[in-house]
């Protein structure tokens, strides 16, 4: 791992818990990190780009004795299986450390024997609260009737002797690190968040447990092994090649780590710093820590809230929409980082991800290239003409959304490039309509010349706005962009785009186009079943064969409280409610007064809404992407009065209003002329 500082990047992934296979949580981590690692080699970058797996942990070797097998055996399977997800994800990591491999085992206990040399290690006996499935020790004051307040984990009394890191000398060298350098920790609120867990006070760390035939021994006392968050975070350091190998400073420090916000805090932003203060290392330069996928406000991955498996996902994908399997993992790839906030926590559905699958890659990113590419090959034999002049409007602003897009990835915004990019594809779209080929063409053919340029002038706009896009989307959908590359008849779709690509250039004339193959067919049904969820659940047993030492863990980590798959409905009348059930529901008229974004969302709005005369609330809605709040105002709604008010976003919602799905974008309902606001809706 050497690299010249000024062309090199490195970027880690968290290492993850081999407890259970790969859900979209970790896939969504894993990816961003190959998404930013793609970005920098586009720049011209030489990336490192680290990730692997977390096999020393008690829980580890506790769910190995519960299905009988070797612990070794166990973390083997699931190692293989996180691998294999990752290259099914088109994930291209160049290293992929365990923890059990020699060369972190042995980078762990030199730095352990180091820090004992340098004093910051001693030994004393520890009393205090402990959680197993966090593999963390709590204050007093951060537990509650045996339970953990930060996790909702139970956790047990511990008495024992251990040897403890003086990480209550670093509270203000950390203080001080942050004040220097603004940016190193991201986003600005969970700096906030490190900043108050710091100003409480630091107090010094239990790093080792009784040896129980699993973890790392503690050099010269084989009867302890080293706490297994202690030991996690230096695999980092361990896969430079310190402190064996001589060049191992060339490689250090990370540009990024990059990781869910759960190991953000107390880990990566108090603990590993202090540990490489303690030895005189350089600190990684930036830290960035990302909300949860949430499922019905809950943390997806819980028990009761399983998040699906990367594989079976991008499989149903495929079979619903019709794609290719490489396009639907690509498809997938763009999903996640677009649905994603990068900021707070994100409510996941598949739902969503099948509306979004419709909304942006078959209909507005479709569109635009079979539009594009039909009218080409239909007005000029698929040849592209020769234009004097590209359109100014345009080539102005594919800059300004190159230059966004850049600024969103440099403050890892994964969404908001995306988002910038797809203004080009709106615009283009609307573009089209606006200057009718179809009639330039005509008017062209009856010998009018400005009409024969301006139609050359938008069909060029077209395809080289369609270029940029792809090469925009390379670092996202590796596969897509280069089949999208090729339908333009580019000369370089079969390598990775540069950086440079982005820029406006056109594609030479005499180029040949097409012909036009649709990538992402529309899918028709949006609606998934009960056990069609489950089944694509990561922590349920895998419907299909798999290999004998994957479908052991699998079948093994089911967590307690799973919901085992719905029966299928016997009464066809089952979902029919009666006449009394009905008279519950309270539908009126309202009227919209106001409407706001919801900041740190891009769906949500704040609507004021007056639902009688003197009954005035607010509701969130989640039809940003298809109203703007100025359409909104003044619009009469059909207003469900009587829902159960819910805190969305830390803002209390007190009703919703009724819209009809179709074809994944929301249409509101309302009278078809006004009537009085609290009109009972029968």
């Known amino acids: 791992m050497i690299r010249d500082s000024k062309q090199s990047y490195y970027i880690t992934t968290p290492i993850y818990y081999v407890n259970g296979l790969p859900h979209v949580g970790s896939a969504l981590t894993t990816l961003s990190c190959d998404v930013l690692a793609r970005y920098q080699k586009m720049k011209g970058k030489h990336v490192v780009f680290l990730t692997g797996t977390d096999e020393n942990a008690t829980k580890v070797q506790q769910a190995a004795e519960k299905v009988g097998v070797p612990t070794m055996e166990f973390v083997d399977g699931l190692a293989t299986a996180f691998q294999e997800c990752w290259t099914d994800l088109h994930i291209e990591h160049t290293d992929f450390i365990r923890t059990t491999e020699q060369r972190h085992v042995q980078a762990v206990q030199e730095f352990f024997r180091l820090l004992v040399e340098s004093g910051y290690v001693y030994k004393d006996t520890y009393e205090g609260w402990y959680s197993v499935s966090d593999e963390t020790f709590f204050r007093d004051s951060e537990v509650k009737d045996g339970i953990a307040v930060e996790s909702g984990k139970p956790v047990v009394r511990v008495q024992e002797e251990n040897y403890f890191f003086k990480l209550s000398a670093f509270t203000q060298p950390l203080l001080d690190h942050i004040e220097a350098n603004p940016s190193w920790l991201l986003p600005e609120f969970r700096k906030n968040e490190v900043v108050s867990f710091l100003k409480e006070g630091l107090r010094d760390m239990c790093i080792t447990r009784t040896n129980k035939g699993w973890g790392i021994p503690v050099p010269g ?241 077209c395809l080289e706005v369609s270029r940029i896009v792809a090469v925009l989307v390379a670092p996202y959908m590796p596969v897509a962009s280069k089949a999208i590359l090729a339908q333009l008849g580019y000369a370089h779709s079969d390598t990775a785009p540069l950086w440079e690509e982005t820029a406006w250039k056109g594609l030479p004339a005499g180029t040949k186009v097409g012909p036009p193959q649709p990538l992402f067919p529309r899918i028709q049904e949006l609606t998934v079943a009960d056990d069609i969820l489950f089944a694509l659940g990561s922590a349920n047993p895998e419907p299909t064969e798999k290999k004998e030492n994957v479908s052991k863990v699998s079948d093994a980590t089911t967590p307690i409280g799973t919901p085992v798959p719905p029966s299928p409905p016997v009464d066809p009348t089952a979902d029919y409610i009666g006449i009394e059930d009905f008279a519950k529901v309270k539908l009126v008229v309202a009227e919209i007064l106001a409407a706001e ?59 919703m209003l009724l819209a009809a799905d179709v074809e994944g974008k929301a249409i509101l309902l309302q009278p078809d002329k006004s009537v009085p606001i609290g009109s009972r809706v029968r």
């Not at 990566?268 to 303690?278: Q, V």
């Not at 926590?345 to 909304?359: A, C, K, P």
Request: proline residues 6%.
């Open 221 to 461: 006392d084989e009867s302890k092994v080293i706490y297994v968050w202690f030991d996690a975070v230096i695999n980092y350091l361990a896969a430079t090649g310190w402190h064996e190998n001589p060049n191992w400073a060339e490689a250090w420090p990370p540009d990024v780590h990059f990781m869910g916000k759960e190991i953000f805090v107390r880990f990566h932003a108090t603990l590993w710093p202090a540990m490489l203060m303690a030895l005189g290392l350089p600190l990684p330069k930036q830290v960035y820590g990302h909300g949860w996928w949430t499922i019905g406000g809950q943390k997806g991955g819980k028990t009761g809230a399983s998040l699906p498996h990367p594989t079976r996902l991008a499989k149903f994908i495929a079979e619903r929409s019709g794609a290719e399997a490489p396009l639907a993992v690509d498809a997938l790839r763009y999903l996640l980082c677009r649905e994603m906030n990068f900021g707070p926590d994100t409510e996941f559905t598949v739902e969503n991800l099948l509306r979004r699958f419709n909304t942006d890659l078959a209909n507005d990113m479709g569109n635009l290239l079979n539009r594009t590419i039909n009218m080409m090959v239909k007005f000029y034999e698929g040849i592209v003409p020769e234009v004097t002049t590209p359109d100014a409007d345009i080539v102005a602003l594919a800059g300004e959304v190159r230059a966004g897009y850049e600024q969103a990835l440099s403050v890892f915004r994964l969404n908001e490039a995306l988002e910038v990019a797809w203004r080009l594809v709106a615009r283009m779209n609307k573009y089209i309509d606006e200057k009718a080929p179809w009639a330039l063409s005509k008017a062209a053919k009856a010998g009018d010349a400005a009409s024969a340029e301006a139609l050359a002038q938008v069909l060029t706009a």
């Open 597 to 655: 974004p919801v900041p740190n969302t891009t769906k949500l709005l704040r609507l004021t809404v007056q639902a009688s005369e003197d009954d005035t609330r607010t509701i969130l809605s989640g039809i940003a992407e298809y109203y703007t709040p100025e359409e909104l105002v003044g619009r009469q709604i059909v207003l469900l009065a009587n829902l159960q008010p819910r805190k969305m976003r830390g803002i209390e919602s007190q009703g």
